[in-house]
T-cell receptor, first 113, second 112 residues
Framework: KAGVTQTPRYLIKTRGQQVTLSCSPI?????VSWYQQTPGQGLQFLFE???????NKGNFPGRFSGRQFSNSRSEMNVSTLELGDSALYLC????????????FGNGTRLTVT | GQQVMQIPQYQHVQEGEDFTTYCNSS?????IQWYKQRPGGHPVFLIQ?????EVKKQKRLTFQFGEAKKNSSLHITATQTTDVGTYFC????????????FGRGTSLIVHP
């Protein structure tokens, strides 16, 4: 099976711009979660989607949003970028909720200048 | 909300020495998972513990889940340079949300 695919791998944006990141989960996985990873804060949960519905949301401002399509592919969007949004954004898919392990993609490294 | 503390933050060892990282949750967990992230890589699932007092082994790695299901540990015997990376625990709370909370991770540096 192909793993979780995230595009692009690297992005450089300036403050105030917006960005869209894409994630294709493992075939058959319907749950997609997004995490922000920074050296200071570790892995912070952004949101989780299942069957095109956001089921859970972390403590991030409304500038962070996402969606999931009928084929389980997911996108996240960050509007009005701030310097502090520079991070590695990881997408993880899982078969279901509960005890299913998370399968992470390689991430998108976002740098905001 | 739920907090998961992981210590130490960093650990330097000589190749062949043992290594242990500890994870403590502020609330009772339904399960705990462990992940490894190599430098420049992404977290990779290692194992999941579900039962109180559970102990699982993977070659030189030993994982334990506490009796109260609030703490866990990962022990590596005779470290090798291939063990280098950051080890994360992720605890799912009992009842309520099933979204795991990750510890900050322990970065293991192995000196040859």
């Amino acid at each position: 099976k192909a793993g979780v695919t995230q595009t692009p791998r690297y992005l450089i944006k300036t403050r105030g711009q917006q960005v869209t990141l894409s994630c294709s989960p493992i075939s058959g996985h319907r749950s997609v979660s997004w995490y922000q990873q920074t050296p200071g804060q570790g892995l912070q949960f952004l949101f989780e989607y299942f069957s095109e519905t956001q089921r859970n949301k972390g403590n991030f401002p409304g500038r962070f949003s996402g969606r999931q399509f009928s084929n389980s592919r997911s996108e996240m969007n960050v509007s009005t970028l701030e310097l502090g949004d520079s991070a590695l954004y990881l997408c993880a898919s899982s078969f279901e909720k509960g005890n299913s392990p998370l399968h992470f993609g390689n991430g998108t490294r976002l740098t905001v200048t | 909300g739920q907090q998961v503390m992981q210590i130490p933050q960093y650990q330097h060892v000589q190749e062949g020495e043992d290594f242990t990282t500890y994870c403590n949750s502020s609330t009772t967990l339904s399960n705990i998972q462990w992940y490894k992230q190599r430098p420049g890589g992404h977290p990779v699932f290692l194992i999941q513990l579900v039962k109180s007092g559970e102990v699982k082994k993977q070659k030189r790695l030993t994982f334990q889940f506490g009796e109260a299901k609030k703490n866990s540990s990962l022990h590596i015997t005779a470290t090798q340079t291939t063990d280098v990376g950051t080890y994360f625990c992720a605890g799912r709370p009992s009842g309520g949300s099933y979204i795991p909370t990750f510890g900050r991770g322990t970065s293991l540096i192995v000196h040859p």
